[in-house]
């Protein structure tokens, strides 16, 4: 059986069409990119790209990391026109002043805030906005409503581990990605291309 899907047994073919509800069409969704395996940021960075492709105003906003990151999709992302900002304050371990983190978490969701209601955008990514929601820095119910309210035209994508049932709730899909085993864990450091 499939470490990915328990259900299914990889080794029959398919040979009958998925039953589904009939599709109809919707002006946006809200992507949610969570759980404890690699790729949410990934994932949601090769959305970034399809939107460019498609001639989309494109915004990043990143909660956790700071300007001292060199991100590696940010140097193409910008050069391809994407608005992108960096506005946290890197990991929390490594910090002398939570409350500015803090602060900067509070900044940078007021930020989001004003990004998403604007309409400017028609694909904005809160990336890692899980972990100052769920450090209690930002309220999840807000979260859930703005997205609930956001201009009919923009389509979000929020990552980080542990995503708050409120922001799920909202969110028209849902990506769990499951670690099954991580270099990291046997002590390999974050790898320049493939990890940032």
Not at 39 to 54: D, E, L, P, Q
Not at 144 to 154: D, I
Request: aromatic share 6%.
């Amino acid at each position: 059986m499939s470490r990915c899907r328990p259900d299914r047994d990889p080794s029959v073919v398919p040979t009958e069409t998925p039953e589904r509800p009939p599709l109809t069409r919707q002006r946006s969704v809200v992507i949610v990119n969570t759980g404890h395996g690699k790729g949410k940021s990934t994932a949601a960075f090769g959305t970034v790209m399809r939107g460019v492709a498609r001639g989309w105003r494109v915004a990043v906003l990143q909660f956790v990391k700071s300007g001292r990151w060199k991100v590696g999709e940010e140097e193409i992302a910008t050069r391809l026109g994407v608005d992108w900002a960096k506005t946290g304050d890197g990991f929390t371990w490594l910090t002398d002043d939570l409350e500015r983190s803090r602060a900067l978490a509070g900044a940078a969701w007021e930020q989001a805030q004003v990004t998403i209601a604007a309409g400017e955008h028609k694909l904005v990514v809160l990336d890692e906005l899980t972990y100052p929601v769920n450090w209690g820095w930002i309220d999840a119910g807000e979260v859930a409503q703005v997205l609930r309210s956001r201009p009919e035209e923009v389509n979000v994508v929020v990552t980080g581990r542990d995503a708050p049932e409120a922001i799920v709730e909202v969110a028209d899909t849902v990506t769990e990605m499951r670690k099954v085993k991580h270099a990291y864990d046997r002590g390999v450091r974050a790898k320049r291309g493939l990890d940032f």
